[in-house]
């Protein structure tokens, strides 16, 4: 039995003091990057784009603002305000421009934007018309698939206007061998390139470009060593000059050399960690295993004497109130969907080691203990469970999640490892897997994964077996027959089957358009050569240098769609007490409760667009009057009683989450129309596709686009989350509900599953119940389930917190993958935060 | 010789199954609620549970049956799939009321059918039986979850319908069998048994039965009073109030100073 040192150290009042200070004002949007990038974009014209991208890297990093914040032990700060975020014109620019008014005020993720700011942006925009990869993505994209993104089927927003992150690097190169290492590296790579080669040009100005990016990131440490040693010869306080000095000689050494340290093998991780990320906009830059590679380095430290285990983790502390430093700024509608300022930076402790024993030591625990100290939603922090995990480290990890910050996620590796060895990972690779940003299991530095690649809507290609493919007036999908004409239940599935293998292959070509953009207009030399094997195959991770790719997008909805199957099966096909026809009625007319704004106004358009292939005008009274119609629609009586008992008929059959085999079963086959279709496909890198099955916040803006469904679910309300049951639909308790999703086949879905689980206080409280909490989790994962994340809060505070914002500005609740303050929530994820079904205590 | 799995077949009258019940017994557990009760104590939280028929009541505007007759199998069927749970949890099944022991057969065929099955089994009950009836659970119990809720006979009885000198013997020759793990549990009820002098001759009580080594103390709750309006009966605690953390840490803290044993508050 092995021995941890697990006894938790005390917070100390620098880091209280560092927490508050990050929150002291807005977040707010920096020019200057965007400036430099362009200057040096303008003078580079001509040149392969990869060598472009690395002199644009250096020429930021030369030039952006430097500052140490006060009390800081690890610097580097990408913007001069706390929390801000800098731009990146070359994904895309438009919608910053178009909201430049609106985004101190939107409800979601909301950033302060300066007049002058918004002078210099307007100033370099220009220059980026007709060169993003947005725009080279959507001239790549057949006309079909820009429509079914149009009907909102899928929305691959993340990658078409961003960058696409979600990696995990050799952070342990640059802390052992240092960058002068990789350096070393690639003049070696040079050496061997032969003229003759085929590849010689690529090859070459790659690695050049390797080496001119890593020089930058040794030079842009170098400043803040100069700031430091400035700062230390003006600083009065004698202990923070020792602590200046200090900074100054640990930036002079690394990351160019490797750590010899503890402490600066932490400066050297938080270099990486900045660096890649003002690289590319990419979120999702994910630590990863961050207890495995800094241990070796805690361990000679303490063995030496050198470090007190107080100091450690007041430095790793200190390390987790920067990785809230960062930010982004996302268009509107994206913001909706990843709401709470999250970059999703996600870092796992415990697990399994690559040779399969368990990997618990120190570290895990303090890695815990500073989310306790700091309290804030970064790091997203996970936790791998497997049977030989340490119990005291569960224990330690059911602590955390009884303070309802939502953390850490469970992930159990005893369903990560088969799932990723199936797609042909070896096991001592899988074995090593770490998690990127939401649930995506990931191999540490030799993948590019591609998690997150798009939201598919589970429920509209649903919608369409009811509208035989027409959307809003127009056909939007494939026909497959006027649902009344469905004869059994099998025939009802079949089409929704040809309805999602359409829509998967139109995601598919969304998807590889913008990865071929991005292969093209933005190849990352930085972050390219701390994955496997971009140097050695002297190609960019963009470009497949990668030794594992795929593809990962995510669809959602699985609760929505079993149950819907189930209503049809049960009350239409076996029971007959409702014809299709009358379900179909039932949907368009939202059981009878009336519609909203959105849907009239929807009508109205679909009215104004028959009207003018009818050659009639169409004016703005027209419209007006046909919203003010359907918004006032009265339906006879009778037919409204018959709406509304057919709704009540649904509600009363079994659900999804009750751990029902006859729905759950068909929960599984639901899951699988997503999952099976997509590893047929390839991806430009040479990968194939992988289904996720996880929402991160879309499933509240994209439920806003989906009609009613035969569930019972309103129109427009939220669709469900991950592989979660409807809110409120579960009710036999937190076994029932597990059980439920444990009859999913997850290994399927090898891009990850996301289940979400609300526990009320009550049921946290003793010691023993944190251990029937880990048995709970234990039993879940004995069952091949996934992944578990927890909210311990209960309704009365969440609503307290809606009411009086001012109260809980420090109120953390996990949103998805991932964790937010509740308070920079918008209001209707909130309410879905709410709703979520409460698992209590029985008494 | 056949094992004869006749005691799946016993049927009884039950009016709940909880899951993920984590507070009456060891781990995980799943909670068959019995119905049917002796006593009439005034704070009881589950009122639907004191008769033994089967009583519907309007509620919401729709018709709310309490109790369904089933038989130890079709019980069995929602226990079983925890398993994965208990397991890790060392939990089971625990019976509880009402009182159990009303309906003796079914009880004991239930916790047979849960030894069956590998897992731990819990009896929550006042121990309102002949002691011959006991006698024939015993085998199939891991542990006596046995409520004492007050030493005079007279006080007893006027708070829960019947005298207790029935129960408190029974308690004695539970403990004396030494077939079960005996946990003593007392309500703390306000103006019933919320002083020091009462509770501590309860803990006294406790201390002296053999083998006996925790007592578990719960704070009244007046979770049960909107089923009381349910049922359209009036709500006999009116508004007393829930005793305070302090208060039961007091109690606490003198009942493991002077006696033995481990008290726990709650479940």
């Not at chain 1, 030794?547 to 009350?571: C, E, M, R, W």
């Not at chain 1, 929402?695 to 939220?718: E, F, K, M, Y």
């Not at chain 2, 015993?138 to 006596?144: A, E, G, I």
């Not at chain 2, 004396?176 to 309500?187: A, C, N, W, Y």
Request: proline share 5%; aromatic share 10%; hydrophobic share 35%.
């Amino acid at each position: 039995m092995k021995a941890f040192d697990s006894t938790p150290v005390k917070k100390t009042e620098r880091i209280s003091k560092l927490v508050a200070d990050l929150f002291r004002r807005m977040p707010e949007i920096e020019p200057a990057r965007a400036e430099l990038l362009t200057e040096s974009f303008r003078e580079t014209e001509g040149l392969p784009i990869v060598t472009r991208k690395a002199l644009a890297f250096r020429h930021i990093l030369n030039g952006l603002p430097i500052v140490i914040r006060p009390g800081e032990l690890i610097v580097g700060s990408t913007t001069l305000a706390p929390r801000g975020c800098q731009t990146y014109p070359e994904f895309s620019y438009e919608w910053l421009e178009a909201e430049f008014d609106t985004v101190e005020h939107r409800s979601a993720d909301p950033f302060y934007i300066s007049q002058e700011t918004k002078d210099r942006l307007r100033k370099v925009h220009p220059y980026w018309k007709g060169k993003t990869t947005s725009e080279l993505a959507r001239s790549y994209m057949a006309p079909e698939t820009i429509r079914a993104m149009d009907h909102n089927f899928f929305t691959p927003g993340n990658y078409y206007y961003n960058g696409v992150g979600h990696v995990n690097v050799h952070y342990d190169r640059v802390i052992y061998e240092g960058l002068s290492g990789i350096i070393a590296e690639c003049a070696g790579e040079l050496s061997k390139v032969q003229l003759g080669d085929p590849n010689y040009g690529d090859r070459k100005r790659f690695l050049e470009a390797v080496i001119i990016s890593c020089q930058a990131v040794i030079d842009y440490a170098h400043r803040y060593a100069d700031l430091a040693g400035k700062e230390a010869e003006k600083e009065k306080d004698p202990v923070r000059k020792q602590e200046l000095w200090r900074i100054a000689e640990t930036c002079s050494h690394v990351p160019e050399h490797p750590a010899r340290t503890f402490e600066e093998g932490l400066q050297a991780f938080w270099f990486v960690q900045q660096t890649i990320q003002i690289e590319s906009s990419g979120h999702s830059i994910s630590p990863g295993r961050f207890d495995q590679y800094m241990f070796p380095l805690y361990e000679k430290d303490r063995e030496k004497g050198i470090l007190t285990r107080e100091y450690a983790q007041e430095l790793i502390d200190c390390v987790w109130v920067k990785l809230n430093d960062l930010n982004k700024c996302r268009d509107a509608v994206s913001a909706e969907g990843f709401s709470g300022y999250s970059l999703f930076q996600n870092l796992i402790v415990g697990g399994q080691t690559g040779d399969g024993r368990d990997a618990t030591n120190d570290l895990s625990f303090m890695c815990l203990d500073a989310t306790k100290h700091v309290f804030l939603p970064q790091p997203s922090i996970s936790i791998r469970v497997w049977n030989g995990s340490a119990k005291e480290l569960l224990i330690r990890a059911a602590e955390v999640t009884r303070t309802g910050i939502g953390f850490p996620a469970y992930y159990n590796d005893e369903i990560i490892i088969p799932s990723m060895e199936n797609r042909g990972i070896p096991i001592e690779h899988a074995r090593n897997y770490c998690i990127i940003g939401c649930v995506e299991p990931h191999v540490p530095g030799k993948e590019d994964g591609w998690h997150d690649a798009a939201f598919f809507n589970m429920c509209r290609p649903l919608e369409m077996v009811f509208t035989n493919g027409m959307d809003a007036g127009e056909r939007a999908s494939i026909a497959t027959g006027e649902v009344e004409e469905l004869s059994s239940y099998e025939e009802f599935k079949e089409a929704y089957k040809k309805q999602m293998e359409y829509n998967i292959a139109l995601l598919v070509n969304a998807d590889n358009a913008i990865d071929r953009a991005h292969a093209e207009r933005c190849p990352l030399p930085f972050e390219s050569c701390l994955i496997d094997d971009c140097i050695k195959k002297g190609i960019p991770l963009q470009q497949g240098g990668a030794h594992y790719n795929f593809t990962g997008p995510q669809g959602f909805g699985i609760a929505n769609v079993a149950d819907s199957l189930y209503t049809v099966k049960k009350l239409v096909f076996e029971e007959k007490k409702l014809s299709l026809q009358e379900l179909k009625r039932a949907l368009e007319m939202n059981y009878g409760q009336g519609f909203d704004e959105r849907t009239a106004a929807e009508v109205a358009s679909q009215v104004g667009s028959r009207l003018e292939r009818m050659g009639e005008p169409v004016t703005e009274e027209v419209i007006a009057s046909a919203i003010k119609a359907v918004l006032h629609f009265a339906l006879p009586e009778e037919e409204k009683k018959r709406l509304e008992e057919i709704r009540e008929m649904i509600l009363d059959l079994p659900k999804y989450g009750n751990d029902i085999d006859e729905v759950d079963e068909i929960a599984r086959e639901a899951a699988y129309y997503y999952t099976r279709p997509l590893p047929g496909y390839r991806n430009p890198r040479g990968g194939i596709f992988q289904a996720g099955l996880y929402p991160v916040s879309a499933n509240v803006p994209l439920g806003a686009q989906t009609g009613a469904t035969p569930d019972g679910r309103l129109a427009h309300t939220p669709v469900a989350d991950g592989v979660s049951p409807t809110s409120g639909y579960d009710l036999k308790g937190p076994t029932a509900s597990c059980n439920s999703v444990a009859r999913l086949d997850h290994a399927d879905a090898s891009n990850g599953t996301l289940f979400n689980m609300k526990i009320h206080p009550t049921a946290m409280t003793t010691d023993r119940d944190l251990e029937d909490f880990v048995s709970l989790v234990r039993g879940f994962f004995d069952q091949k389930g996934m992944h578990m994340q927890f909210n311990v809060v209960d309704r009365q505070t969440l609503l307290d917190a809606q009411a009086h914002p001012e109260k809980y500005a420090g109120l953390v609740v996990r949103v998805a993958g991932y964790s937010a303050l509740f308070t920079t929530l918008s209001k209707s994820l909130q309410d879905d935060i709410i709703r979520r079904t409460e698992q209590g205590l029985h008494r | 010789m056949a094992e004869d799995f006749g005691y799946l077949n016993v049927t009884g009258r039950i009016f709940d199954i909880q899951r993920y019940s984590i507070h009456d017994g060891i781990g995980i557990r799943t909670i068959v609620f019995l119905k049917g009760c002796a006593l009439r104590c005034r704070w009881c939280c589950n009122p639907e549970s004191q008769s033994a028929k089967i009583e519907s009541f309007e509620s919401k505007g729709r018709m709310k049956t309490y109790g369904r007759d089933v038989s130890v199998r079709e019980v069995m069927e929602t226990v079983r799939r925890d398993m994965p749970y208990y397991s890790r949890s060392k939990g089971g099944l625990t019976l509880s009321g009402g009182e159990s022991l009303l309906q003796p057969e079914f009880a004991r065929a239930l916790l047979q059918a849960g030894k069956a099955l590998g897992v731990n089994t819990a009896l929550e009950s006042m121990g309102f039986a002949q002691y011959s009836v006991i006698e024939g659970i015993l085998p199939y119990l891991d542990t006596y979850l046995m409520d004492i809720k007050h030493m005079d006979p007279k006080k007893h009885a006027l708070w829960c319908g019947r005298e207790n000198t029935l129960m408190v013997e029974n308690a004695k020759r539970i403990a004396e069998s030494g077939m079960t793990k005996l946990i003593i549990r007392v309500p703390v009820v306000p103006g019933f048994n919320d002083t020091e002098g009462e509770l501590m001759a309860i803990a006294r009580y406790a201390d002296s039965l053999p083998g006996v080594e925790e007592i578990d103390i719960l704070p009244y709750h007046n979770f049960g009073e909107g089923k009381y309006a349910a049922l359209g009966r009036e709500y006999p605690m009116g508004d007393a109030k829930r005793p305070s953390q302090e208060k039961m840490e007091r109690f606490r803290e003198a009942i493991e100073r002077s006696t033995g044993l481990y008290c726990q508050i709650g479940g």
